[in-house]
Structure formats: structure tokens, C-alpha cells
């Protein structure tokens, strides 16, 4: 018994041992555990806090600031576009210099940039013709051209839809738009977008999506934080354009290592705020260029002022014609395009004043309706020396604020008629049309106006004076002339007093017209009558190939002193014997599907120019 009690005793003591040993390494095992993971939590800790609240985050946050800024310095250059060769996503090989950008070098940069445009022709309404004469449109007074629109093309009220976008002078709704429309923000209507992926605000979210990895380097802090920081994927970012601002808002998924541990990951937000009036200098261009397009007499150096949108610190000028003077661009249709630049001094961007960019194509200039004027000489005291003076302002409108000539032209029975009288091209160097009236100048005159563009773009109209006398019983009939001239009368002017009076018993000889001696009238006056009378025969194609008959009465003709000039322009050839022709002949470039064309028209032939045309003057 006494040593089953001692082997009890030792099995005891024994189990005891056991126990301890087990708990003491339990012991060592926990410690060793905690001294394991204490460092670990604790590191994870300080990574955490550096990229949410320490140096990490403003080390994030100011890449985000600065990818931001270099999208929007870039958004500003090209008009609202990042193409994707520079960290964008537009395709620049896909688009086309003149339709969709316009080529830009400034003076003392080698750098250049390629200028979307903001304001092209209107192709929205549909009654909007570019087809001269009837440009802008047919027959109206520029005092009418906005009631005529509302009503025509829909845009009676200020809340239509597409009030903003369009005149007769232009549409601006080419435009990259800012917001996408199913983003509800602070953008005005006309700046929203259905085509998300083109509008300024994803553009800048992509830039900022595709280049902000490349700023953010975690691997300059891997020595001390003594961890391996890197993106699990691209950062989502948000940006909302607002007037004063632009807010920018990332969240970017990162995996955080540690050496002989599993990699934590973690999605950290960011968000900062960028000082750019962006949406402001949008309306403010948006505005200018709808105002621009409806408004004769908008100057758009100066008038922008007016916009609603102007604010203090805002700056725009006019670049004319940047493009090139080089060969390969001199005939393009658009060389003459312009780019209208607004800087605001109040947006700094990368150190400097916020600069936005758009081109403008270059536009037709237009001339104000002039109506058919009657002359009536009755009752006034007309001797030869002391003719009446006939004074017409002409009004013209450039959209491009350039410089504009005008022409003087005549067609239809005695077509010639004035045409190379100094006295009208003198005062048409000061926008008037002004002329003496002769009593040699009795008849229905067709004359026209052509007011023509540095460019070579033109507008012109065909319109009447009549000069009458309305107490004289004496003005031939037409009968009379015709019958004259259907007889052969000589070519001198003299003779046709024998021939009315022989064929046509009614006709007055012309003696009694003009209380003169018949050899002085007979030469000047009644074959002037004459021919400005005739209708049925000559149909007044004096500049092309005239009627026999016809041409032997009418070619000597002289109005006012200036002998009648009888050219077939289309007979013409040469550049430079076109233009001396002028304005009886213009040559005429026309942007036809097939290249450009290149031939001399008749004044009174410009009709039927169906392309897109430029008169050259040199």
C-alpha cells in the first residue's frame, strides 16, 4: 500500500510538471504572438493616418491638383479638347484641320496648338440661306432678321431649347459642351451635353484618371514607412465644374505591404477644390459667340463687355487669320478663320492667368436690303448743268469686323449704264451711293451692289432706279425703239432720230424731249433713252454675246460721258485680264467638291456660282 501511495504521488507531480511546461509555452507562445502583431497593427496605423490626414495625403492631393491644373491649362489651349497624344481622350487622327480645329503657332513660341471650333455656319435652320444674293435672307431689312428667325426657325421664346445656339450669322453649338446632362450640377442648359465622353467635364475626369498614377510615386516612402505602397486599380474621379471653382473628388484603392506579412488594402478618398473660374469663361464665350451670331453690328472686341456672363478680371482679343502664310494653306478655305482668346487674370493655372481658346470660321459679309428708287424729275429745274443728285448710305455688316469694298453694277436694258462713273466709285470708298441724275438718264436702270470681304467673301443685290418725269408726254414708246432698233438704225447714235420718226408716226423727236437742237439730243440722249427702254429685243445681255440688230443701235452708246462696255467675261481666261475688267468681270475661286475652280464671271452671272466662292482682286 505504501508504494501504490508513492507511485500515486509521483504520477501527480509528474502531471503538474506537464501542466506548467504546457502553460509556460503557452505563455511564451502568446507573448511572442503579441510582440509579432503589435508592430504590424502599429504601422498599418501610421500608413493609414499619413495617407488620410499626414504627409501622404497632401502628397496625393497635390498630384491631384497639379494632374488637374495640366488638364485644364490643355482644355483651355485646344478650345475645350484633350486629344489623346497628349494623355487624352480624343482621337486627333480623326479629326480635320479647317472642319474641326484650326491650326495656332503664337509669335515666339515654336509650340502649336490645334484650336477646336466655337462658332461655325448656321445648318440648324433650315431657312437660313449662305446663298447669295439671298444671304442671310431673302429680301428682308437687317432691322427684321430676329423676329424673322423667332418666327421662322422656332425660337419665339427665351426657353427654348435651343435658344442660345443659333443666329443668322452662325451657331455656336459646335462647342464641346462642359457637363454631361445627366449629372445634375451647377451648368447652365446650353453648356450640358448628351455625348458624355466629349464634354469637358469627363474629358478632365479621364486626363485626371489615366495621368494621376503617373505623378503619385509611393515608392519614394517605402524606405520610411518601411512599407510597399501601391494602386490596386485606376482612381475613380469625380469633377464638378462649378462658376468660381472646380471640385475635384478621387477615390483611389491601394494595397499596403509590410516584409513577412499579408498585404492590407484600403480605398481612400481625396478631394480638393481648384480656384478656376472654368465655368464662368465657358458662359462668358458661350454667350459672346450667341450674341455674335444674332446681332448685326456686333463688335466682338469691344461689345463683349455686354455679356451677361462678363466678369471683373476677364480679358478677350481677336487673333485674325492665324494661320500660316504658306502655300498649302493660302487657298484653303479656311485661312481666313479666326480665334477669339479670353485670358481671366483672376484663374491662375501652372503660375499663369487661365487662357480658353476657340476658332471662329470665317463669315460672309452682308449688305442691308436697298429698295427700288424712283427719280421723278417733274417740277424740278433741271438744265444740263445743274442735274439732280441721288444719295444712297449703304449699310453692310461684317461679322468678322473686317474691312469691306464695295462695287457698283449694272445689267438689264442699257446695261452699263453709270458703271464707270468716277464719281459713283469715288464716294462708294465711303459707303454712299451717290451720283448726279441727267435728263439723258430717263428709263428703268437695274443696278446692283457687291460688298466684298478681305477674303474675297461677298453679299450683293440687284435693285431699280427708275428715273421718270411724270409731266412729260414726250418719253418715247417702247414700240418706237423697238421698232428702231428692229430696222437697223446706224451704228451713230445721231441717226436714230430719222428712224423713230420714219417707222413710228407717235414717237416725239427727241428736240422736243429736251428743248435742245436735235444734232446734240440725237447723239446723247435719245439713243440713251433708247436703249434703256428696250425690253423685247435685247433682254440687256450686253456683256455676253448682244442681238445683231441690237447691237448695232446700243454700242456706242454713252451714259453720263463714260462709254458702254460690252464684255464676254466668260470669254476670259487669264487671272489678271479678269480683274482689269473689274467690275464688269470678277474672278471668281469657288470651293467646288472636286477641288477648287477657278474662272471669270459677268457681274450679272454670280447667280449661278454654286460652291462656297471667293473673289480675287490681286
Known sequence: MGENTKKNKKAQITLFVILGLVL???FFLLITLKQCTQPRTKNTRIVLYELEAGSLKNYVTSCIRQTAMDGIEKIGENGGVIYDFQGGTIPFTHKNLGKDYLNYTPPGLEKTYFVSYGLKENTFCKNVTYKTPDYPYPAT??????????????????????????????????????????KDSGCEGFAKGREIGLTIQRQLEDYITNNLPVCVNFSVFTNRMNANITPEEKPFVEVSILPSEIIIFVRYPLRISFENQKPVTRTLDYQTTVKVRLGLIYNFIYDVLSLDSKRTGFDITKDYLSSFYYNDGLELRKINNPMPASNSYYFAPF????????????????GRPFLF?????????ALDLINNITVDLSNKDMPRDKPVIISIPLNSFDPDDNPVTYFFL????????????SEITRNLERGVLRFHIKKYDYGEHEVGILVLDDSGLFDYQWFNINV??????????????????????SSYAKDSCSCAKQHVNNCQPPDKLFAQPPAHDCEHAWCTVAANQCKSECQGEFKSDPNSLCWKCVSPI???GDLEKHIDCFEIMDKEVCIKNMPDCFWVRENSTNGFVESCYNDTSLSLVTHPAYIIVN
Open 24 to 26: 509556460l509555452i503557452i
Open 141 to 182: 431689312p437687317f432691322s427684321k432678321l430676329n423676329t424673322i428667325y423667332s418666327q421662322e426657325c422656332g425660337f419665339g421664346t427665351s426657353d427654348h431649347p435651343h435658344a442660345a445656339f443659333y443666329g443668322f450669322f452662325g451657331q455656336n453649338n459646335v462647342m464641346t459642351k462642359l457637363c454631361y446632362l445627366t
Open 410 to 421: 449694272s445689267q438689264g436694258p442699257g446695261t452699263g449704264w453709270r458703271e464707270n462713273d
Open 357 to 365: 481658346r476657340v476658332a471662329i470660321q470665317n463669315r460672309k459679309p
Open 468 to 489: 421718270e418725269d411724270s409731266n412729260s408726254n414726250s418719253l418715247p414708246m417702247p414700240a418706237c425703239v423697238e421698232n428702231c432698233i428692229i430696222h437697223g438704225c
Open 335 to 350: 485661312y481666313y478663320d479666326d480665334i477669339i482668346e479670353v485670358k481671366d487674370r483672376k484663374s491662375l493655372v501652372n
Open 558 to 560: 454713252v451714259h453720263s
